[in-house]
Antibody
């Protein structure tokens, strides 16, 4: 069965960096695009970034472009999100999500990792 | 980018039918997907494309679209359907994903 396990969350000071990882299993990781989606406490879902199966295409939400970098290592079945210049408003649960049916349908979600940006 | 608009809250009597709507210009071009999220859990895909259900999603869930509005219909709502529901679609660029603000469904 498909499993997506995020790690790397925690408490970080404003302006600092953090890298999230997502270990994928149960499917051929190198065949699918992947997304990061976040959810601030008590708020709705917010799309963060997408990376195509071959890393040739990467797209970011406007509020995160230039600060966040999505990447993947298909040899390790792992997705990453490098987050720089973190702000209090980046505090959220970050979900790793598998894409399907044309890349913009999110068919499997991880359980999420909480990032708290606070001094 | 573009926006998707959902009613913040909807209620339905047990066993009755409820429709949750999502409006946005991008829906004239792209189908919506629908996600169910229960408290403390990750979202789950319930409808995608024209009207497709992933394996394991009950057939009481269905989707439709007309113009700039997509709808999720639950026919014969059950207590376990009480959750937040989010729509999403590509935005006007075709490269970004956008979510609606979510609808909290209460089953009375």
């Amino acid at each position: 069965q498909v499993q997506l396990v995020e790690s790397g969350g925690g408490v970080v000071q404003p302006g600092r960096s953090l890298r999230l990882s997502c270990a994928a299993s149960g499917f051929t990781f190198s065949n699918y695009g992947m997304h990061w989606v976040r959810q601030a406490p008590g708020k709705g879902l917010e799309w963060v970034a997408f990376i195509s199966y071959d890393e040739n295409n990467k797209y970011y939400a406007d509020s995160m472009k230039g600060r966040f970098t999505i990447s993947r290592d298909n040899s390790k079945n792992t997705l990453y999100l490098q987050m720089n210049s973190l702000r209090a408003e980046d505090t959220a649960v970050y979900y790793c999500v598998k894409a399907a049916y044309g890349d913009y349908v999110l068919d499997y979600w991880g359980q999420g990792t909480l990032v708290t940006v606070s001094s | 980018s573009s926006e998707l608009t959902q009613d913040p809250a909807v209620s339905v009597a047990l066993g009755q039918t409820v429709r949750i709507t999502c409006q946005g210009d991008s829906l004239r071009t792209y189908y919506a997907s629908w996600y169910q999220q229960k408290p403390g859990q990750a979202p789950v895909l319930v409808i995608y494309g024209k009207n497709n259900r992933p394996s394991g999603i009950p057939d009481r869930f269905s989707g439709s679209s007309s113009g700039n509005t997509a709808s999720l219909t639950i026919t014969g709502a059950q207590a376990e359907d009480e959750a937040d529901y989010y729509c999403s679609s590509r935005d006007s660029s075709g490269n970004h994903l956008v979510f609606g603000g979510g609808t909290k469904l209460t089953v009375l």
